[in-house]
């Protein structure tokens, strides 16, 4: 494997875990109370994606080292390329991009409302008793 492949590959890592924190940072901000200064974008930039039919910059950057290296690049985005045939066989359309994005959207809800209650929490126990 030379050095483009390689950073393709590692290109498709990245991209994974940035999708997976864009799922999950919510939940993640239960623990680290700072995180909603970094997930929140992140959040804005995965729905903005979804809903806009638009291509993260990632995607082209792994097509490009794919080609430096000899090898095939792929049309479509990276949701189309690796996630898509694994959730949705058929391929993405713009109704699956609108699930996709509710249930984006519905999951961060969840996270969010339990970040909230969790803070309001500490901060009623950080109160003195009268």
Same mark, same amino acid.
């Given at each position: 494997?030379?050095?483009?492949?390689?950073?393709?590959? %590692?290109?498709?890592?990245?991209?994974?875990?940035?999708?997976?924190?864009?799922? %999950?940072?919510?939940?993640?901000?239960?623990?680290?109370?700072?995180?909603?200064?970094?997930?929140?974008?992140?959040?804005?930039?995965?729905?903005?994606?979804?809903?806009?039919?638009?291509?993260?910059?990632?995607?082209?950057?792994?097509?490009?080292?794919?080609?430096?290296?000899?090898?095939?690049?792929?049309?479509?985005?990276?949701?189309?390329?690796?996630?898509?045939?694994?959730?949705?066989?058929?391929?993405?359309?713009?109704?699956?991009?609108?699930?996709?994005?509710?249930?984006?959207?519905?999951?961060?809800?969840?996270?969010?409302?339990?970040?909230?209650?969790?803070?309001?929490?500490?901060?009623?126990?950080?109160?003195?008793?009268?």
């Amino acid at each position: 494997m030379n050095g483009s492949a390689f950073a393709a590959d %590692a290109v498709v890592v990245v991209h994974l875990a940035f999708i997976a924190f864009v799922v %999950a940072g919510g939940f993640l901000a239960l623990r680290w109370h700072w995180l909603p200064l970094l997930h929140l974008p992140a959040l804005g930039w995965g729905i903005w994606i979804e809903l806009s039919g638009g291509i993260c910059p990632l995607t082209p950057l792994e097509n490009r080292l794919r080609t430096r290296a000899g090898e095939t690049g792929y049309g479509g985005g990276f949701v189309d390329h690796y996630l898509i045939p694994i959730l949705y066989p058929q391929g993405l359309t713009s109704g699956v991009q609108a699930l996709l994005a509710s249930a984006l959207i519905l999951v961060n809800v969840v996270a969010y409302v339990q970040y909230a209650r969790g803070r309001k929490r500490r901060q009623d126990s950080d109160r003195p008793s009268r």
